[in-house]
């Protein structure tokens, strides 16, 4: 034990938790911005057994309780749909919830703060960086097989924890906003990129429409799908479990493929000044494609699957866009380390759209052998 901070959060653990046993130790886990995680080991008449402990950020989730409920009611049903699908590993393929010892999801401390707890889930790992086309395969099949297992889920849609997330027609909308006030100035020195986005409005609505009209159904979606936010085995190598259900919320399967495409088939980083180096790769396209469809396509609708290539260019417009707005606004947002960051990410953002559009007729045919 090491630090205030983590006599503290022992303590929490121990007594709030309904571990089956008393916290050893504890330390810092994972790779993680936004809430604090830990490692803490329990003794069981013996047996140490290891579980994760966060602390929600209510900085960043304005309300944690319903969202941890939201995460409840996905964790159980995801569990009930392996157990009647008999699989032998079910609770190694979902999160589960440990309950408080007053049987609630989560427990709030002194302060207020909002905890949670999981059993650790052995044998496997996230990577930050995907190195293969396999590791790409197999986290785009468990992001489509964590839609299929929530595809079904009953009662009321999930609350929002973060109004509007995906929401181009509003994202643009703030946008326009920023143009408008202009608070540093800054309009007149990035009228170039600002036109390209607005040169792409109707894109920006064709989603959101398609919800409205319900042409594309409300889906429970993860809303993060960066690839290290699925665990692959470490033997097999397979994606195993999806993890970091925060923003897991009532969506379109589209936004959760095209964070896929965004942030898995460019070399460069995402905030890259030497924009030559950003490509949209098509063989990585195609792991993704190959992986999701397998466990997608029994549910994807034919509008789904036919915007599958698109939503690639749309949520990377959606993030330039947000990255335009941090901008003009005066960086206020994103976490910056030089004076145009912000404005180096919305760049970045722009040469993968356009090396997306260049191969779109392409990405529609891998879409379609599979």
């Not at 468990?142 to 079904?152: I, P, R």
């Amino acid at each position: 034990m090491s630090g205030e901070m983590d006599k503290h959060i022992l303590k929490e653990a121990a007594a709030a938790f309904a571990t089956d046993g008393e916290a050893v130790s504890c330390q810092r886990y994972g790779s993680g911005h936004i809430n604090d995680t830990y490692c803490i080991w329990v003794d069981q008449a013996g047996q140490r057994l290891r579980y994760i402990l966060q602390r929600v950020n209510h900085n960043v989730f304005k309300q944690p309780i319903p969202l941890m409920e939201n995460v409840k009611r996905v964790t159980d049903h995801a569990l009930k749909r392996l157990k009647e699908e008999q699989c032998p590993e079910a609770y190694r393929r979902t999160l589960t919830l440990v309950p408080s010892v007053d049987g609630k999801p989560y427990a709030l401390d002194a302060d207020g703060n909002c905890w949670r707890v999981y059993p650790f889930i052995e044998r496997a790992r996230t990577y930050d960086q995907i190195e293969t086309t396999r590791q790409c395969q197999e986290a785009a099949r468990a992001f489509g097989e964590f839609q299929k297992l929530t595809a079904d889920l009953p009662g009321e849609p999930l609350f929002e924890t973060i109004p509007d997330f995906h929401n181009t027609t509003s994202r643009l909308a703030a946008l326009k906003e920023a143009i408008q006030s202009d608070p540093l100035g800054r309009v007149k020195e990035v009228q170039k990129e600002i036109d390209w986005y607005l040169s792409r409005e109707a894109d920006c609505h064709l989603v959101v429409d398609y919800l409205k009209s319900g042409e594309l159904p409300l889906r429970c979606t993860h809303n993060d799908t960066k690839l290290n936010n699925v665990m692959l085995d470490d033997v097999t190598g397979e994606g195993i479990c999806v993890i970091d259900l925060d923003t897991t919320m009532p969506g379109s399967a589209i936004y959760d493929f095209g964070d896929m495409i965004r942030t898995a088939t460019s070399p460069a980083a995402e905030d890259e000044k030497d924009i030559s180096k950003v490509t949209m790769r098509m063989f990585m396209f195609e792991a993704l494609v190959q992986g999701y469809l397998s466990s997608a396509k029994s549910f994807l609708t034919p509008l789904e699957k036919s915007l599958l290539p698109f939503s690639g260019k749309l949520l990377t417009m959606e993030c330039g866009i947000r990255f335009l707005t941090d901008y003009l606004s005066g960086d206020v947002y994103f976490k910056i380390h030089r004076p145009e960051h912000n404005l180096d990410r919305c760049r970045t953002q722009m040469a993968l759209v356009e090396s997306i559009e260049a191969q779109m007729d392409e990405m529609k045919a891998v879409v379609d052998r599979y």
